[in-house]
């Protein structure tokens, strides 16, 4: 039995937009953010950690960004080429600010949100010359910092972008952003940032239930 489990309550699953969400009447909410390079495991670690919690009682929201919602589905579904990767960039922010305001009235419903991306993302990949072209990453800090609210713990999966490449290899669609060269420019600006802004960096190759069991046992000690 994982360490983390204990006496839990009854649990029941609702939806909240296109995240899935545990019901609980005990336990408070909190903020956990899971950064890295494509192929780093952030979607398959957040739905771990909110499986796991929820069975600890919590109520819990697994969501990403971009988002499902109206501006995010934009983004997603290609709708934004042959723009400037400042305006790209904007619209990743404008989908920060109304994915923020959701976050916010999930927590304060003692709901806890475990994201999948949020500011460090838009900073790390906007910053590190996508196409030849470099935002200032100052600009994009400060163009985040009216519209974010800070998590309780943000995690970095840190790994090579060769052997992150090499997990996602099989996938149907490839993304713009999924070049090695580019990624390992993108792995140096979220080392940088994790030192900046005190991230959790943990290896990315690690044991996905042992990663799942530190940032849990981290992450309860911050809430």
């Known amino acids: 039995m994982c360490c983390w489990k204990g006496c839990r309550p ?12 545990g019901e609980s009447e005990f336990l408070k909410g909190g903020f956990l953010v899971i950064e890295g390079i494509d192929g ?3 979607s398959t670690l957040c739905k771990m950690i909110g499986e796991h919690l929820a069975e600890d009682g919590y109520s819990t929201a697994v969501t990403q960004e971009p988002t499902h919602d109206e501006i995010g589905s934009f983004i997603r579904e290609g709708g934004v080429r042959g ?10 922010v404008a989908d920060r600010a109304v994915h ?12 806890i949100v475990i994201c999948d991306r949020y500011f460090a993302s838009t900073v790390a990949y906007q910053s590190s010359g996508l196409n030849g072209e470099t935002l200032d990453r100052e600009w994009l800090i400060n163009l985040n910092r009216p519209i974010m609210i800070t ?25 713009k952003f999924e070049e090695s060269e580019y990624l390992g420019n993108v792995r140096k600006e979220f080392l940088r940032l994790a030192g900046e802004f005190d991230f959790m960096v943990i290896d990315a190759e690690e044991d996905q239930n042992a990663i799942a069991e530190r940032v849990i046992k981290e992450f309860k ?3």
Do not use: Y
């Open 10 to 21: 009854k649990q029941s699953v609702l939806k909240a937009g296109n995240d899935t969400v």
């Open 40 to 42: 780093a495991g952030k």
């Open 83 to 92: 723009i400037s990767q400042k305006a790209e960039a904007l619209l990743f």
């Open 100 to 111: 923020t305001e959701r976050i916010s009235k999930l927590i304060e419903k003692d709901i």
């Open 151 to 175: 998590p309780d713990l943000t995690v970095l999966l840190d790994i090579d972008p060769q052997k992150g490449l090499s997990r996602i290899e099989n996938r149907e669609m490839t993304s």
């Open 221 to 223: 000690e911050k809430i």
